[in-house]
């Protein structure tokens, strides 16, 4: 994703295509997992949260250059002195990581852009007149920010310890137990159309759409 958009809808639109890029890959692998699928869900659960994390970091950059919302409204903030994502992003780390004194950020010492309370957090810091609109889209009803990163932390750390916690959120879905973090995202309750990890994503983008509004 670009580090900035002059329109948010485009943005969004831009994360759903990388979503309907990801669900079918792993839309189809019932549990339980063979090597073949766990690579493939490890892979799609590493790029769905980075997917969000670029969404998120370039929704506060654009909403902080005061890009126009989904209806054709440009959104305004309260801080003088943003014109570049640069500023953008040293505001944001300076913010939120409070020991930061650099006058340049380099990309390993950003925040978190993946953690929601950061972006709601970025907004309120910079008087964006769609700070409501963002705690309000984040009131729907999902586990996706919340359990994917600690998913994402077991694929691409692969350990006892981020096995511990992949163990700790299968009872908090709930799926049933396993000692396989990839079973827990193929998982399907039968009452619903898709695995956890699918609807995960898709919750993603239905929040990302109702961001941009």
């Known amino acids: ?3 900035r958009y002059d329109s948010l809808a485009d943005l969004a639109r831009h994360l ?5 890029r990801l669900i079918p890959l792993i839309q189809t692998s019932p ?14 659960t590493i ?16 909403s902080a250059l005061r890009a ?13 002195g943003l014109k570049t994502p ?11 990581k409070s020991y930061f004194k650099g006058a340049r950020v380099a990309r390993r010492e950003e925040p978190a852009w993946h953690d929601v309370n ?12 769609n700070a409501g609109v963002a705690v309000t889209a984040f009131g729907y009803s999902t586990k996706a920010f919340i359990c994917l990163p600690a998913l994402r932390n077991f694929f691409a750390h692969r350990n006892e310890d981020t096995c511990a916690r992949c163990a700790a959120i299968a009872a908090t879905i709930p799926v049933p137990p396993s000692r396989r973090p990839a ?31």
């Open 1 to 3: 994703m670009r580090e």
């Open 16 to 20: 759903r295509v990388r979503a309907n």
């Open 31 to 44: 549990p339980p997992v063979t090597a073949e699928s766990d690579r493939t869900v490890a892979y799609v």
């Open 47 to 62: 790029e769905a949260l980075n997917a969000w994390a670029s969404f998120s970091r370039a929704f506060y950059v654009s």
């Open 68 to 80: 126009y919302n989904a209806k054709g409204t440009r959104i305004t903030i309260t801080t003088a």
């Open 86 to 96: 640069d500023d953008a992003v040293l505001l944001a780390t300076k913010r939120l």
């Open 118 to 129: 950061n972006l709601i957090t970025l907004l309120q810091h910079v008087g964006a007149s």
């Open 183 to 213: 079973d827990i995202l193929l998982y399907r309750d039968l009452a619903k159309p898709m695995n956890v990890l699918s609807e995960w994503i898709t919750d993603m983008t239905y929040v990302a759409d109702q961001l941009v509004q």
